[in-house]
């Protein structure tokens, strides 16, 4: 059994690389001009991506330096499949309201133990929001408890979008910050009722936001209905759905056909 983990060490962490992310963060008065370029799938990526990548590598290596390391920011290294526990770490989630100076980015940091997030932070400076969870025993919203989201009815169920495909419209628009991990929050201390994406995403976006969301009582699966799992070859998940678990049902059941389209 690997040995436990100071879990404020880790909040520690997340705060002191946010706080460095925050007074660069163009809409910071007097922050100095970002370096912005494109990724080859022409995703941004800023030099602030890859100072927080650098400070988190560093400090959760010497925290648990048995555990494997997958990023957003660092190339992918097989080793970690060997390894009964990893730090799953997207540095900036939201790079394009970071760098645009809107809110809705964050870091987000999850230990993955055998498969699954055992303890995961997302801190959100520009919102003044510290999301923390650890396996079972809860979630917290800047130190307070959250519940996510009891909705029963599918039709209205609050979605963070800014615009809704035609067979979506039954549904009811809130707000949509970039950051993938924030959205899937939103429905841990209900401003949200669903969340839902139909494509292939990584691990990194969705580690710290899916334990999170599950300890908070939301239920968390892939686009098909089926259980995540982390620390996979691939890295990768077709979509994601967080829901009301009374809603999780007809979730999937709308998304299929969809779903099933684009996988094939």
Not at 239 to 264: D, F, T
């Amino acid at each position: 059994m690997p040995a436990p983990l100071n879990n404020e060490l880790i909040i520690a962490a997340a705060r002191e690389v946010g706080d460095m992310a925050l007074a660069r963060w163009p809409g910071t008065a007097g922050a100095a001009e970002l370096k912005v370029w494109a990724k080859a799938d022409v995703s941004p990526v800023c030099e602030i991506d890859l100072a927080v990548d650098e400070r988190l590598k560093a400090i959760l290596g010497e925290l648990a330096p048995d555990a494997g390391w997958l990023s957003e920011e660092t190339a992918d290294d097989a080793a970690r499949l060997e390894r009964r526990r990893m730090w799953c770490v997207d540095p900036i989630d939201g790079t394009r309201d970071y760098v645009r100076g809107r809110k809705g980015w964050c870091v987000s940091i999850a230990l993955i133990e055998d498969g699954w997030p055992r303890f995961g932070v997302l801190y959100a400076p520009a919102r003044d929001e510290l999301w923390v969870a650890a396996s079972g025993t809860g979630a917290t919203l800047n130190g307070e408890p959250v519940a996510a989201s009891t909705r029963r009815n599918f039709v209205g169920a609050r979605v963070p979008a800014a615009d809704l495909p035609k067979v979506d419209r039954d549904l009811t628009k809130v707000e949509q910050p970039n950051s993938i991990a924030l959205r899937m929050a939103m429905v841990a201390d209900d401003r949200a009722d669903i969340v839902a994406t139909l494509r292939w995403g990584f691990e990194w976006d969705i580690a710290a936001a899916t334990l999170i969301a599950r300890e908070a009582g939301a239920t968390v699966t892939d686009a098909f209905g089926n259980p995540l799992r982390f620390n996979t070859a691939r890295a990768q998940a077709f979509g994601v759905i967080v829901s009301s678990p009374y809603i999780h049902e007809a979730a999937v059941e709308r998304l299929s056909e969809r779903a099933k389209a684009i996988v094939g």
